[in-house]
């Protein structure tokens, strides 16, 4: 399978992404829910997230038709409630057992079966929150669906966990890419199926490529602040200060370094995506450097002199530069599109995953 | 405008009419029957951004209809379709609001963050933890009191502390000579016999002194003023009431920052540690004015307290010096500052009595300390 694209594919035919939402427009969602949550002591969060979704996919077009998410704060609230149970009980077992006085090895059993329980929650929440959402989302009327085993996929998680550990973690991106590919290829849209390439050799030699850039990244920052900061600044506090500019562009190199880094990694992964009906149609990353570059330059010091308070403006104009960056091979035919996935409307993996904060879609 | 089915992505173009109830949809090109759908449980959803309104009908697999949102329909049709929940008509009717809007929101926003952190939720928190029994500070007490003395639940990363049996038994007949006010506390002291300058007090009334502390005093008015500064924390519930506010300050940062970068909730959790410092600094300050006001009620100057923050700031500096980041780090005011306040006190302070029972355990417990150091 090619990794890159070639000039001839990238034509004026192919389907385009673009994402139209604003800073504002979010910035309101966030502060009526930042309200909402207040006053409600934050039970309104599951329909916070819902409005949010719901405007980010509705800013999202593929070929100028927006995406839709049916999701509801209902349907989150519910799942949020049946995790919460779940969670409180594992989280409390032990402790309940010790202070009844149980012996020793009953509180060890109860520990075990504690972080049995939470191993297990992982691939639970990643299933849940794939197959709530997919089903959850629409395009043109008609929903995705997932089609994966929890059994299937926990097996894979497990055994690749295992892999991880005994590598102290060389083996990460196999697995990452293992676990992408198997949740992707059991994406469907309609009667569409999605397929997925995976190659851990090459995300690895990403990562590898990464972890030394930011390494010399921070060396040479470093070594230029020493010479600066070397003598007494004349500020009270001086060993404050110095601490304080050191973090300041420790931060800032890191943050950097990550732009490019996740640019890459997005690029990998969408380049080994593809859509099928009858015949295969691939999808693009083209992210590029500089255009990474002027984001960054743009949006990070925007987000630092705020406080954070830009951070809608800087989502959104992150998810622009990214939909902007994203297309399909034109030869795919999105008007022949049937429903054939079913609803599903339990959310608990998906509050799982949010609770876990797995960065999943 | 198009209608989708909700079974194929094919769009159909069609145009409306309405009727009182309902919406009528034709097919432009007459390929099906007309669709009739009931207002009432019609839902929309419009973007502003891309000019598209989406109006949705039934349940899994809906039917959609998309129009440009300036379709001269729409305009009496928006008010007969299914209302939306309030959350949802709050939100959109901020969004379509003009520019002033946004400042007006950024305003709103700063202030609500401000006073939600730093008044609101902790005043909640502390007003309802004021309200648990005593009998659960006192179990908490002791469960924390059991974790550093009993040695089945010692880790490998706690030392346990040497109780002194006799120690303790001496400064609780100390400690029950002086009057505490009428708490329905039970003030228990234990004494620790270690090097250690330090004291402090559980929920629910026990208090662990350690004998470095009391060998920097020389004067039974000192080991009282300690005393009474700790018992303040009791009765004045400090511990839970700083738990309460503490967790109420991470829950509102877990809300701020629900779903937003991980950097920025960094940040934020770092203020908050910063700003549960200050909080202890003036649970502190409060045990020191209550402590303060107790003295006085036993009769005992504030000469003792005097005495004991100027040898404890002393100290302090040999082991610091006056360093502005640790003052600000601290969780204890600097006693400096300690000294200063207890000296105005001591000025206004009349009816000081001598007790000598008190005199007399005092000797006694110090010497028991001397004895065995």
């Known amino acids: ?361 | 405008m198009y209608y989708l089915d909700g079974q194929t992505s094919i769009k159909h173009e069609i145009s409306l009419s309405q009727s009182d109830e309902d919406i009528i949809i034709e097919f432009r090109d007459n390929s099906f029957k007309n669709i009739v759908w009931k207002k009432a449980e019609t839902s929309f959803d419009e973007s502003k951004n891309s000019g598209t309104t989406i109006l949705k009908y039934g349940d899994f697999p809906s039917q959609y209809i998309y129009l440009s949102h300036e379709e001269p329909i729409l305009d009496d049709l928006r008010a007969s379709l299914k209302k939306k929940p309030f959350a949802e008509f709050l939100t959109d009717y901020a969004i379509n609001g003009k520019g002033k809007t946004l400042i007006l929101s950024l305003l709103l926003f700063v202030f609500i963050t401000a006073a939600g952190y730093f008044v609101v939720l902790p005043k909640l928190a502390e007003g309802f933890v004021m309200q648990l029994p005593i009998s659960w500070e006192e179990e908490l007490g002791e469960r924390i009191y059991d974790g550093m003395t009993k040695e089945e639940f010692l880790t490998d990363t706690l030392v346990s502390l040497k109780l002194d049996k006799e120690g303790s038994r001496l400064l609780q007949d100390f400690v029950d000579g002086i009057d505490k006010d009428g708490t329905e506390y039970n003030i228990r002291v234990t004494l620790v016999k270690d090097d250690l300058v330090n004291a402090f007090a559980l929920p629910g009334g026990r208090i662990v002194v350690f004998s470095g502390i009391i060998d920097l005093m020389n004067s039974e008015e000192e080991l009282a003023a300690l005393l009474s500064h700790e018992i303040s924390h009791v009765t004045e519930r400090h511990s839970l009431r700083n738990l309460a506010k503490s967790f109420a300050g991470y829950f509102f940062i877990s809300i701020l920052t629900g779903d937003a970068n991980g950097t920025l909730a960094f940040i934020l959790q770092n203020v908050d540690t910063m700003n549960n410092l200050k909080n202890s600094r003036e649970f502190e300050e409060d045990a020191d004015n209550v402590g303060l006001e107790l003295l006085d009620h036993n009769g005992i100057t504030a000469e003792g307290m005097v005495k004991l923050m100027t040898s404890l700031a002393e100290y302090e500096e040999n082991l610091i010096g006056d360093n502005e980041l640790i003052k600000f780090l601290s969780t204890h005011p600097l006693s400096k500052d300690r000294v200063e306040k207890a000296q105005t006190f001591l000025k206004n302070q009349t009816g000081i009595k001598e007790h000598k029972v008190r005199t007399q355990k005092w000797r006694r417990l110090k010497s028991h300390i001397n004895l065995n150091d």
């Open chain 1, 1 to 361: 399978m090619e990794t890159t694209f070639t000039e001839e594919l990238v034509s004026k035919e192919n389907h385009f992404f673009n994402f139209s939402g604003n800073g504002k427009d979010l910035f309101i969602i966030r502060l009526v829910n930042l309200m909402l949550s207040i006053v409600t002591l934050g039970l309104y969060y599951p329909w916070a997230k819902a409005k949010t979704l719901k405007y980010l996919y509705s800013e999202t077009h593929l070929d100028e038709e927006p995406f839709t998410f049916h999701g509801t704060g209902k349907e989150m609230f519910k799942g949020f409630v049946k995790i919460m149970a779940i969670i409180l009980f594992l989280y409390f077992l032990p402790t309940v057992v010790r202070l009844s006085g149980a012996s020793m090895s009953l509180v060890l059993l109860a520990t075990l079966i504690t972080f049995a329980g939470f191993m297990v929650l992982i691939p639970f929440a990643i299933h849940g929150t794939v197959r709530y959402r997919m089903s959850r989302s629409s395009y043109r009327g008609i929903h995705f669906g997932y089609r994966g085993s929890l059994k299937e996929l926990s097996r894979i998680y497990y055994w690749n966990l295992f892999l991880s550990v005994i590598t102290l973690g060389i083996y990460v991106p196999w697995m990452t890419v293992k676990l992408r590919g198997y949740v992707m290829s059991n994406i469907r849209y309609g009667s569409k199926e999605f397929n997925y390439y995976p190659d851990g050799g090459e995300l690895f030699l990403i990562n590898l490529k990464y972890g030394v850039l930011s390494f010399i990244a921070v060396m040479l920052m470093g070594f230029i602040l020493g010479g600066s900061l070397g003598t007494s600044s004349g500020i009270e506090d001086d060993f404050l200060y110095k601490i304080a500019v050191f973090y300041f562009f420790f931060l800032i190199t890191i943050l950097f370094v990550q732009g490019f880094y996740q640019k890459d990694v997005f690029n990998f992964h969408f380049n080994r995506t593809s859509i099928s009906d009858e015949s295969e149609h691939r999808f693009f990353g083209m992210m590029e450097n500089s255009e990474v570059f002027s984001f960054l330059i743009k949006n990070v010091p925007l987000l630092f002199f705020t406080a954070g308070i830009a951070w809608p403006w800087v989502q959104t104009n992150l998810l622009r530069m990214v939909f902007y960056n994203l297309q399909i091979e034109g030869t795919l035919n999105l008007d022949n599109v049937e429903q054939t996935e079913a609803s599903f409307t339990d959310a608990s993996g998906e509050d799982l995953g949010d609770f876990l904060d797995l960065d999943i879609l």
